[in-house]
């Protein structure tokens, strides 16, 4: 059994219960840890969303660990091979709900900052963790609004590091600097229910959009960029239908997702898929989703840090990328910050029997605690 301290706290942190929005007293778990550090620590408290802004410092420049303690909920309990909530090591891993997303990331900065100012009193800068139990659920009340108040009052981070998991076979192996914007449309095409016998009575909804959403399956919106890939449209669900096979419905319900690159914004795009239902001429309600903007960190300072401080640690060439889904990162890099996500491997996460690599987890507390002194020393 290992008792290093990253893997002691990351067990403490596991074996707290925190389904989003509940934080389960993980937040006051690092306060005592921070405040015996030396940072002031601000409790954000919005609605049912705990949130904690940690700094140490009031120089800049202003480096930043982000995360979240909230993790997505179990699914059966007794498919598990380990109880979700009780972090078991086994065969070299730690299992349990959040060990990979993103516990086993806040633990490994956690220790990593500690380790460091224990080396590094004086140094330079600040240093601030960004912490909400609300990233993986409707993510309203959670780091953005934190964002918000930092920028009302001025308070700006230049460097940003979030602890998602990033890699993809080896710790490090993968970064992001960036994220595509998602946006998503809820469409209501709307017919005329009656009889299938009598189709001069009728206007079916589902052969109505057909030839529109075959349209926009096809349609090229952008070509990509050297970060992105060129935005995808997807439908995501379609339903229609009274249950009776003698009935053409009177609506039809579509719900479709773009995943977009900076060569676009949610107007941009709102507008052409508007203007092909309105060339097809349906009759439609629409109703659009904004989850975020596309967002990057060009190669500079941070990201050459990140990734020298992966090659002397392990001994990988990372490879940066814009690939995956959405992230906090999204509300914290229009504020000005290099944003860059960091954290162990990515395999098992939302899974049954999620579990995390316990040398992952050791090795990527001295990727940060490296990365620390190169930007802050």
Not at 16 to 45: W, Y
Not at 102 to 126: L, P, R, T, Y
Not at 202 to 220: R, T
Not at 252 to 271: H, K, P
Request: proline residues 5%; glycine residues 8%.
């Amino acid at each position: 059994m290992r008792s290093s301290p990253v893997i002691s706290l990351l067990k403490n942190l596991v074996n707290r219960p925190s389904v989003t929005p509940n934080d389960a007293g993980c937040q006051t778990l690092l306060i005592e840890r921070l405040e015996k550090l030396g940072f002031t620590c601000e409790v954000m408290h919005f609605e049912d969303t705990l949130n904690l802004w940690a700094r140490r410092g009031t120089q800049s420049p202003l480096f930043c660990f982000a995360g979240h303690t909230d993790v997505v909920p179990t699914g059966p309990e007794h498919l598990w091979k380990f109880p979700p909530f009780q972090a078991t090591e086994s065969d070299g891993k730690l299992y349990g709900r959040g060990t990979a997303d993103m516990k086993g990331g806040i633990a490994a900065f956690m220790i990593a900052v500690e380790q460091f100012i224990a080396q590094h009193q004086d140094h330079q800068g600040s240093i601030a963790m960004l912490i909400t139990s609300d990233e993986e659920g409707p993510f309203i009340n959670g780091t953005t609004r934190v964002i918000d108040c930092l920028e009302k009052r001025n308070e700006k981070i230049d460097y940003c590091i979030v602890g998602e998991p990033s890699s993809t076979e080896q710790v490090g192996d993968v970064i992001k600097n960036g994220r595509r914007g998602s946006l998503t449309a809820d469409i209501r095409i709307i017919g005329k229910q009656g009889h299938v016998a009598y189709p001069h009575l009728v206007k079916n909804p589902i052969h109505s959009c057909l030839s529109a959403f075959a349209e926009l399956s096809n349609e090229m919106w952008d070509n990509g960029n050297a970060y992105f890939p060129p935005t995808s449209f997807q439908i995501t669900q379609f339903n229609a239908g009274t249950g009776a096979s003698n009935m053409v419905p009177g609506d039809a319900q579509l719900q479709c997702n773009f995943r977009y690159s900076t060569q676009l914004n949610s107007e941009q795009i709102s507008a052409r898929l508007e203007a092909i239902l309105d060339k097809h001429q349906l009759n439609y309600e629409i109703n659009w989703t904004y989850n975020g903007s596309p967002f990057i960190t060009t190669p500079g300072y941070l990201t050459d840090a990140v990734s020298d401080a992966i090659f002397e640690i392990n001994g990988l060439k990372t490879e940066l990328s814009t690939s995956g889904g959405t992230s906090d990162a999204r509300f914290i890099a229009p504020t000005g910050a290099q944003v860059v996500e960091l954290g162990v491997c990515n395999g098992s996460i939302h899974q049954i029997d999620e579990n995390v690599n316990i040398n992952d987890v050791e090795q990527l507390t001295l990727i940060y605690q490296r990365i620390l002194e190169k930007l802050l020393c």
